[in-house]
């Protein structure tokens, strides 16, 4: 039994004795030294085949080094170095995008050489005695590229570390883990002071000038440029996290939009403020086409600057916009066909901006709309209505549309009659008609050269007298300030002169009755007291009050 036992032991170490010897002959299996540097894509194979984890062939990476000084350990280092430049940078490598042309020729400079990223130009392979190897100039530049990629300091707290933190979990070191949190911790903190400064130095800078715009243009920038420097912070600081090349590729393209995002933000913001500088030179001018013109400035600035920040990260990130473009010009016819409303709008607002027909802040009527102008944009009008309802009204429609402006009239005429009872004497009638004159005379919010107060008919049950005025006011409320005092002093005249205004009515006399007398309509004046009314409510006069009653209290005038 104890022979039969060593005899298995035996054999099983005999077979892991040979199975280990063919596991070594199956790793370490010659290679070809040829075919090696062959080609510019067989170069790149071997620096980046022999230095992978369990893969190891240092003999065969420095060969790629052959043209660095110094010994084999001093080429690897370059080689090591290197390799982790291109992953700290997330620089993937595509085989298929490499030439396998042993007489491989560069089209711009004529010379045997390939550059393999467009991001670093200075790392590129040549030949050299029919071989392809990394450049000299390419090895002189390792040294620097790497302490541009990694902070000294960080590197060598990573080499003084424990066992323990180099463990992995999830593909990812323990000490990547705590970097990564200290990494956010210190952006943000660095965030906050950078806001401070700009919040209690730069602001504080701004508000103690005469102008208001550059007030402005603190508050605009502060978030993005906040944004802006904890993203580009973020750029310049992620390779230090040593991360696979995969999560570096994805890390620093990411970093890269929310850096341009960043930059679309800020400009779009300074072109608010462009605009609002702007506004503040329109207000100076006495033409209204500018300040018409500024809310189509202001959109088109905002959409110029989306649209070539777009443009500009695209082109960063490696899509050809020439081709896009292209694309997008083949496929204009169709989208011309289909955006035939949107380009009939667009030229109605190039038809209102050149022939003004109003402005914003007119009161306008277009159809059944009727209110404010509240905005005038590319494809739309908007109008406030009265009932404080937003009205969209497409500029095609409002280009081929009568337009009824309120908004630009100087005068606002009224017209009305007063009606006079019969019992309303001549000179009655003459002094009441001029007093309404010496009424519009002694008011300058009316047209003092145009006004006309007449007895105008013989009505069915009154005297009807025409009053045809126009005031000269600014809106709509002072307008209807102006009517009430107007008709408050007519009516304070027709007290004064004693004559009573009509209504509907049937009269029934009596006089035929024995005693019954008929009864007395209105006051009787002699001509002293009516010429004094006259020139009373007359420019000046002791009764006129051109501007309404004034109530008192206790000696003191009431306002409502």
Do not use: C
């Not at 130095?201 to 906040?226: C, I, M």
């Not at 955006?339 to 190039?350: C, K, M, V």
């Not at 009053?467 to 005092?485: A, K």
């Amino acid at each position: 039994m104890l022979s039969l036992f060593k005899s298995t032991i035996s054999f099983f170490t005999v077979l892991t004795f040979f199975s280990g010897s063919l596991f070594a002959f199956q790793v370490q299996s010659p290679v070809d030294d040829s075919e090696l540097l062959k080609n510019p894509q067989r170069t790149v194979h071997t620096f980046l085949q022999w230095q992978q984890s369990g893969n190891e062939r240092p003999n065969l990476v420095v060969k790629t080094m052959k043209l660095a000084e110094g010994d084999e350990e001093g080429k690897l280092t370059l080689a090591k170095q290197l390799l982790n430049v291109l992953d700290a940078r997330g620089l993937l490598i595509d085989y298929d995008e490499i030439p396998t042309d042993p007489n491989y020729t560069d089209s711009l400079s004529g010379l045997q050489q390939y550059r393999l990223f467009d991001e670093l130009p200075s790392i590129y392979l040549s030949k050299n005695s029919g071989e392809w190897v990394f450049s000299r100039t390419t090895i002189q530049t390792i040294p620097e590229l790497y302490q541009e990629t990694f902070s000294g300091l960080i590197s060598e707290v990573v080499d003084q570390l424990p066992d323990w933190a180099m463990h992995e979990w999830l593909g990812i070191q323990v000490w990547q883990y705590i970097a990564v949190f200290l990494w956010l911790m210190i952006g943000f903190i660095l965030k906050k002071i950078f806001e401070f400064i700009i919040e209690n130095y730069v602001r504080r800078l701004a508000q103690r000038t005469t102008f208001t715009w550059d007030d402005t243009l603190v508050e605009s920038v502060e978030k993005p440029a906040g944004f802006i420097f904890l993203m580009v912070y973020f750029l310049l600081t992620y390779t230090n996290l040593q991360f696979s090349v995969n999560v570096n590729y994805y890390l620093s393209g990411a970093l890269e939009v929310a850096v341009s995002a960043g930059f679309i933000w800020l400009f779009y913001n300074l072109a608010e403020v462009f605009t609002k500088y702007l506004g503040v030179l329109t207000a100076k001018t006495g033409t209204e086409l500018d300040d018409q013109l500024l809310p189509i400035i202001r959109k088109t600035l905002r959409f110029f600057v989306v649209v070539m920040g777009v443009i500009a990260l695209l082109q960063n990130n490696g899509y050809n916009v020439a081709s896009l473009i292209a694309g997008l010009g083949i496929g204009g016819l169709a989208i011309a066909l289909a955006a035939q409303e949107t380009l009939a709008n667009f030229f109605g607002s190039i038809t209102i901006i050149t022939d003004r027909p109003y402005k914003i802040g007119d009161w306008i009527v277009v159809g059944s709309a009727e209110g404010t102008v509240e905005d005038i944009g590319f494809r739309s009008t908007r109008i406030r209505t009265f009932h404080d309802s937003l009205i969209s009204v497409p500029n095609s429609i409002i280009a081929k549309t009568d337009v009824e402006n309120y908004g630009l009239r100087r005068y606002r005429r009224l017209r009305f009659m007063l009606n006079l009872t019969y019992s309303t004497t001549p000179e009655q009638m003459e002094a009441f008609t001029e007093g309404i004159k010496a009424i519009v005379k002694a008011n300058e919010h009316f047209r003092q050269d145009m006004f006309h107060v007449y007895f105008n008919e013989y009505g069915a049950h009154s005297l009807d007298v025409l009053v045809y005025v126009f005031f000269d006011v600014p809106d709509w409320s002072t307008e209807l300030q102006q009517r009430h005092n107007f008709l408050l002093e007519i009516l304070r005249l027709s007290k004064e002169i004693g004559v009573e205004f009509a209504f509907p009515t049937q009269t029934l006399h009596m006089d035929s009755f024995y005693k019954d007398e008929p009864r007395k309509v209105g006051a009787e004046r002699t001509e002293e007291e009516l010429a004094a009314a006259v020139y009373g409510f007359g420019p000046k006069g002791e009764k006129s009050q051109p501007d309404g009653v004034k109530i008192y209290k206790d000696g003191k005038e009431v306002s409502f």
